[in-house]
Each structure stands twice: as C-alpha cells, then as structure tokens.
C-alpha cells in the first residue's frame, strides 16, 4: 500500500506564474489535509477536504490560492500568480475516516525566482 | 484560536545524556502528536497519545501527556548522534470530525559526539 504520494516533489515557478500541487492520498482515504511549512518554522494548516468538498478552508490565504478534491484523480492545491514569499514546502496529508491519524506526504518544495 | 508552544527551540546536548522537551497547548484537545523531521524530509510519526495520564515509548524517546496541565513532554534518554532532527508536537483541534493539526515551532536537536 503506497503512501501518500506528493508530486511534483520540487518546483520552480518565476513570479507571476500558476503553481499547481497534487496529492493522491492512500488507497482508501477519502479526508485530505493540506498545509504549508515555511522556512525554519512549523507546518500551518491551510485546508481540509473530502472528495468533492471543501470542509475546513480557515487556514487558507483569501487570494491567489486554491484547492480541490475531484470524485477521481488526486486532490489540488493551486496558487495563481505566485510571490517569493510563497516559497515553502507544502504537505498534503490523508485520513480514512473521521478524527483518526493523518498520514504524510514526502511534500512539494515550491521555490518562487 | 489553539495555540501550541515548544521549549526549548533549540537544543544542543552530548551523547548519552537525558532531556526534555516540553509543549504546552492552550485548550483542551483528544489527541496529540509527536513527529520527527529530518532536513528536508517529510514527517515520521513517532507517538500519539490519545488520554490524559497516557505515556508511550519507543527506543530512546518516552512521550506522556497530561490534560489537565495541557502539557507534553518528549524525554530523550541517553542520546545518540541518530536522534539529531527536529521534532514537533501537534495538536488536533477539529471539533467536530477531521484530523486539522496546530503545530508547535519545533525542536532542533543536535546530538554532539
């Protein structure tokens, strides 16, 4: 059973240009978990989504940023028209049911030039 | 809004020596967690602790966890040059399902030889 798998696991994006992440969580996990960890600190939560919905977008920036959990295919975070200060690692996280341990990706280093 | 403290941020001790590395939270929550992370890694689970009282071991690191003080510690025992990483303790705060995590800083520990 693969684990949460993350790709790419490094991106390089100029100022201005879309970022897209993508997170296929375990076989059987339908509850996914995005957060962002910038330099030298700790992960923040950003959202919380099921398939097809978004729970929980507290932790989300108001602009520029986005996510989805299709009825098939992975779930996607999206930051439109990126700044260096975007520059983190963002790690996606699954769960199989309700309020059971969430397990991680290896994540995506998005490097904003 | 939960806020989750670390102590120390940094911590530089010799091998074979014992420390503590505290967290404390600042509401009530079912679940906390203990991770390790190595540069540039993803997160390795090492303990959840589940109830108040509640004290896990694995190796060299011994975690507990007591509610009512809202505080958890991470005891390291008779370090080795292996266990130099950062590791951060979480708290779940999902109310009402989900596993949404609000992360301490981190500890930086370096095992010197």
């Known amino acids: 059973n693969a684990g949460v798998m993350q790709n790419p696991r490094h991106l390089v994006r100029r100022r201005g240009q879309e970022a897209r992440l993508r997170c296929s969580p375990m076989?059987?996990?339908?509850?996914v978990y995005w957060y962002r960890q910038l330099p030298e600190e700790g992960l923040k939560f950003m959202v919380y989504l099921q398939k097809e919905n978004i729970i929980d977008e507290s932790g989300m920036p108001k602009e520029r940023f986005s996510a989805e959990f299709p009825k098939e295919g992975p779930s996607i975070l999206r930051i439109q028209q990126v700044v260096r200060g975007d520059s983190a690692a963002y790690f996606c996280?699954?769960?199989?049911?309700?309020?059971?341990?969430?397990?991680f990706g290896q994540g995506t280093r998005l490097t904003v030039v | 809004e939960l806020k989750v403290e670390q102590n120390p941020l940094f911590l530089s001790m010799q091998e074979g020596k014992n420390y503590t590395i505290y967290c404390n939270y600042s509401?009530?929550?079912?679940?906390l967690y203990w991770y390790r992370q190595d540069p540039g890694k993803s997160l390795e689970s090492l303990f959840v602790?589940?109830?108040?009282?509640a004290v896990k071991q694995e190796g060299r690191l011994m975690a507990s966890l007591d509610t009512k003080a809202r505080l958890s510690t991470l005891h390291i025992t008779a370090a080795v040059h292996d266990l130099s990483a950062t590791y951060f303790c979480a708290v779940d705060w999902g109310e009402t399902s989900g596993s949404r995590l609000t992360f301490g800083e981190g500890t930086q520990l370096t095992v010197n030889p």
């Open positions: 602790l589940l109830s108040n009282g």
């Open positions: 996280a699954s769960s199989p049911v309700v309020d059971t341990e969430a397990f």
């Open positions: 076989k059987g996990h339908s509850h």
């Open positions: 509401t009530t929550s079912d679940r």
